[in-house]
């Protein structure tokens, strides 16, 4: 690349200068429109946050369902308005705290979920009919939606009144990430049970997050981004109908999971283009007459990946330019990371510091005053067409292979991501792509943060709660569940029913996931 030349992190060549020429064969009417109506490229709600700012939805979760219930009232006495929750990675792959793979890492990355005991503890004393909440679980998602339906009922809340959003997604996993547990496509019947049964029982709720975040964490660019999430949702979206749901029924409540990442002029030209794509595809593609089954609502976190363990503070800034990437871009709710998540999880300053950053955003700087503030931009507007391009030819890369699914099991996705992320870390090694504190203004004598403590008494206390719990329920009763589950997987009902039932007997997370892995296996990669 000569000294001249300038490129997005996806590769697409910046003009030095933009005008009325970069938009030839542009029609505005047409590629824009209005904000709230198709093809949503400026918002899906007419006045976007003029009317209500976007949520601002804090990512907690450590140790026990207690810490993580007291961080949860810190944040919100603090001024947050969604609630996020992280899952210790036992819990991300169905295993309960007592378990001999769960050794060392209860409670370390999330908040250790082993049974309705612990998922009561985890919501004590919050208002379930008032709160919004996010949960980051795929592989064992339906079981942690029913466990919250549980204790909401147990509150007097009718699963109507639940709105929130579980994450679901377990194509990703598959490519990006690595908490599966079960092959894809007994993994795609659990998401699509899923969606029937919060049609039925929970209309409100969000059942699934399609997440690109991951898949940018992984190394993908912005344009990978989206079109490989995108590509996701195709697949949901099949699934779903080829197992008779009927598509404005459960489209709606589609949701995705964005990154937020450093270039701002390609983060939020790559939010508009994946609104402008997701709406053509729904209503071209699949025939969607709902205009909710047309809006690609979408949860934007700041990007973890840029964070540098180097001179922790300057990470305030990129959180900061990433959040201003992300409500430019008309994101529906935010998290921003703390400054200190390269070191560890963040601590509470940390946290309060990352929430204060959003309403800094939100109130002070004027951004929520219009709605699209940057439409109209020659710059933008162009880079908004050249990431559109860009993804509809990966969409049409992975429809030639059969789709997500069978481009996952060619290994295409996981490829592409793994090219571009080492061209990324080339360019770093090499000095042509600079990260402030890393390859250049290199600080030796930078003050180190602190870091979030592990405390192991409360992955002790966890280990010896799930056990006290399995000496004192009804066994007889557990086991009667257990074994009807396991005849339903064995079947094609939809597997929520017994599974609720299950849970409801004090079956515990991992003896729920050993019965499906019992009946549909367990997922080997090549």
């Known amino acids: 690349m000569s000294s001249d030349e300038r490129r997005t992190d996806s590769g697409i060549e910046i003009k030095a200068l933009y005008g009325p020429d970069d938009l030839t064969g542009f029609s505005p009417n047409e590629r824009l429109g209005a904000p709230g109506a198709y093809p949503y490229t400026r918002g899906v709600q007419p006045s976007m946050y003029r009317g209500r ?11 026990t369902a207690e810490a993580t219930n007291e961080r949860f009232k810190f944040l919100l006495n603090a001024g947050q308005t969604g609630l996020s929750c992280a899952f210790d990675l036992p819990t991300q792959m169905g295993y309960d705290a007592d378990h001999p793979r769960a ?17 009561r503890l985890l919501l004590a004393d919050l208002p379930l009919d008032e709160v919004t909440t996010s949960m980051t679980i ?4 339906s079981t942690l939606l029913l466990l919250y339906q549980l204790i909401a009922e147990e509150q007097g809340v009718a699963g109507s009144k639940l709105r929130g959003t579980i994450q679901n997604d377990i194509l990703k996993e598959y490519v990006a ?8 496509r007994p993994s795609m019947r659990l998401i699509v049970d899923t969606f029937a049964y919060c049609a039925k029982e929970m209309p409100n709720w969000n059942t699934i997050s399609i997440s690109g975040y991951h898949i940018r964490e992984a ?19 099949e699934a779903a109908l080829a197992a008779g749901l009927a598509l404005d029924d459960f489209a709606p409540r589609l949701s995705f999971f964005f990154n937020a990442h450093n270039n701002l002029f390609e983060e939020v030209a790559k939010f508009r283009a994946a609104r402008r794509l997701w709406a053509s595809i729904m209503k ?23 964070l540098t363990a180097q001179q922790p503070d300057n990470n305030v800034v990129r959180v900061t330019v990433q959040a201003l990437a992300a409500a430019l871009g008309g994101t529906q709710s935010l998290h921003t990371n703390g400054f200190d998540e390269a070191l560890g999880l963040p601590t509470e300053r940390a946290a309060k510091l990352a929430l204060r950053t959003q309403q800094i955003l939100g109130y002070e700087s004027g951004i929520a005053d219009t709605v699209d503030p940057l439409a109209g931009s020659y710059f933008v507007e162009s880079l908004t067409n050249e990431v559109e391009a860009g993804a509809r030819e990966y969409l049409r890369a992975i429809d030639e292979l059969g789709g997500s699914v069978a481009a996952i099991e060619a290994r295409y996705l996981q490829d592409e991501i793994e090219a571009a992320a080492y061209d990324f870390a080339r360019r770093v090694d090499s000095g042509e792509k600079v990260v402030v504190g890393v ?3 290199v600080d030796a004598n930078a003050q180190a943060a602190d870091v979030f403590p592990i405390d192991e008494a409360q992955q002790r206390a966890q280990v010896a709660r799930v056990r006290s719990l399995k000496t004192r329920r009804d066994e007889a009763a557990v086991r009667a569940a257990l074994s009807d589950l396991a005849t339903c997987a064995r079947g094609s009902a939809n597997l929520l029913y017994p599974m609720k039932d299950a849970l409801r007997a004090l079956a515990t997370l991992g003896e729920v996931a050993d019965v499906l892995r019992d009946a549909f296996g367990v997922y080997q990669p090549n």
């Open 53 to 63: 700012l976007w949520t601002m939805r804090q990512y907690a979760g450590f140790g």
């Open 103 to 119: 050794e060392g890492e209860v409670g370390k990355v999330g908040v250790a979920i082993s049974s309705l005991e612990d998922m």
């Open 138 to 141: 795929n592989s064992t998602a």
């Open 177 to 184: 990430r690595g908490t599966y547990i079960y092959p894809p």
């Open 284 to 306: 071209e593609r699949f025939g969607a007459t709902d205009p909710k089954s047309m809006m690609l609502r979408f949860h934007t976190q700041t990007g973890g990946s840029t």
């Open 219 to 237: 190394g993908s660019t912005a344009v990978q981004e989206i079109a490989f999430t995108l590509a996701n949702g195709v697949a949901y979206v």
């Open 439 to 441: 390859n250049r203004f």
